[in-house]
Nanobody
Framework: QVHLEESGGGLVQAGGSLMLSCASSGGTISTYAMGWFRQAPGKEREFVAVIGASGTGTIYRDSVKGRFTISRDNAKNTVYLQMNSLKPEDTAVYYC?????????????????WGQGTQVTVSS
C-alpha cells in the first residue's frame, strides 16, 4: 500500500525555519487526509497538523498556529510542513501518516501508514 518517508529535519537555532517533506513511494495519497505528529523524548506522541485529501481544510494544534503551515501536492504524492519561528519546545521526531476516514482528527489511533520520522532539533 502506501509507504511514507519523511525528510527535511535537522538542527536549527530558535527563530529559524525548516521545511519537512513526506513522500509516498508505495501508492497514491490523494484519497487520504494527511497528518503530522511529533514525539519528544519521554513524552507521548502529539498531534501537530492535518490537511484534507483535497488540500482544502487544515487544523493545527494551538501551539503551532501562525508558525507552521501544512500543505500537499497530490500530483507529487507529497505532503509538507513548513515550520517558521521555531522554538526549543518544537524539538521532536516528526512523523507523517495517512488518516483513516471518519476518525477523530487529533488522535494518533486515527492514522495509519506512518513514516519512520525525521528529527527536528531547535537550539536556544
Amino acid at each position: 500500500q502506501v509507504h511514507l518517508e519523511e525528510s527535511g529535519g535537522g538542527l536549527v537555532q530558535a527563530g529559524g525555519s525548516l521545511m519537512l517533506s513526506c513522500a509516498s513511494s508505495g501508492g497514491t495519497i490523494s484519497t487520504y487526509a494527511m497528518g503530522w505528529f511529533r514525539q519528544a523524548p519521554g513524552k507521548e506522541r502529539e498531534f501537530v497538523a492535518v490537511i484534507g485529501a483535497s488540500g482544502t481544510g487544515t487544523i493545527y494544534r494551538d501551539s503551532v498556529k501562525g508558525r507552521f503551515t501544512i500543505s500537499r501536492d497530490n500530483a507529487k504524492n507529497t505532503v509538507y510542513l513548513q515550520m517558521n519561528s521555531l522554538k526549543p519546545e518544537d524539538t521532536a521526531v516528526y512523523y507523517c501518516a495517512t488518516k483513516r476516514a471518519g476518525r477523530l482528527i487529533r488522535l494518533g489511533t486515527s492514522y495509519e501508514n506512518w513514516g519512520q520520522g525525521t528529527q527536528v532539533t531547535v537550539s536556544s
